[in-house]
């Protein structure tokens, strides 16, 4: 079965622009959650959704935005993008349910000029 | 709110060294707990996990075992190997909550 598979693998945006992440999770994974992974640390909670309603959000501007489509599929998108925005963005999915593993994808490398 | 520390990397041994990598945490009620690894150029893979106190999670020869009263999940393998060269992420997970939350991780180098 194929994995938790991101497009795209690179991205390189200059500071003001907009992008879209996407994300295709896990046949019969109905939960999608992003992380953003800047260089040199632990990935970070964006969104979490099931069943197209966002479950949960992390400390992250308004300026991110995410939805779930009724596939499952996913994505992630950034307004206004910031230096700051250069990271490595992660999307796992899981079978809904508390203690669930997530499983992850390749992740996307946004770099931002 | 919830945390984890990691040990400060990176780590640095010769192949079929014992490794430990210390990881504690901080939570309210009783989380799960997992250990991430990320090869170069590469998303996280799951390496193990526990769900409970006392619990054992172990995958190709890492070990973890959940320990409530130290607030502890330290990996251990008794033989690395090069291939085991990547970043590793200790996380948990709270009881009704899908939000994973992670340690800044540590590099593990190990050579022939």
Redesign the interface.
């Given at each position: 079965d194929a994995g938790v598979t991101q497009s795209p693998t690179h991205l390189i945006k200059t500071r003001g622009q907009q992008v879209t992440l996407r994300c295709s999770p896990i046949s019969g994974h109905k939960s999608v959650s992003w992380y953003q992974q800047v260089l040199g640390q632990g990935p970070q909670f964006i969104f979490q959704y099931y069943e197209k309603e966002e479950r949960g959000r992390g400390n992250f501007p308004d300026r991110f935005s995410a939805r779930q489509f009724p596939n499952y599929s996913s994505e992630l998108n950034v307004n206004a993008l910031l230096l700051g925005d250069s990271a490595l963005y992660l999307c796992a999915s899981s079978l809904r349910g508390s203690n669930q593993p997530q499983h992850f994808g390749d992740g996307t490398r946004l770099s931002i000029l | 709110g919830n945390s984890?520390t990691q040990m400060e990397g990176p780590v640095t041994l010769s192949e079929e060294a014992f490794l430990t990598i210390n990881c504690t945490y901080t939570a309210t009620g009783y989380p799960?707990l997992?250990w991430?690894v990320q090869y170069p150029?590469?998303?996280?893979?799951?390496l193990l996990?526990a769900?409970k106190a006392d619990d054992k999670g172990s995958n190709k020869g890492f070990e973890a075992t959940y320990r409530k009263e130290t607030t502890s999940f330290h990996l251990e393998k008794g033989s690395v190997q090069v291939s085991d060269s990547a970043v590793y992420?200790c996380?948990l997970?709270q009881?009704?909550?899908?939000?994973?939350?992670?340690?800044?991780?540590t590099k593990l180098t190990v050579n022939p």
């Open positions: - | 984890v799960s997992f991430y150029g590469e998303g996280l893979q799951l996990k769900t992420f996380a997970l009881g009704g909550s899908e939000k994973l939350v992670f340690g800044k991780g």
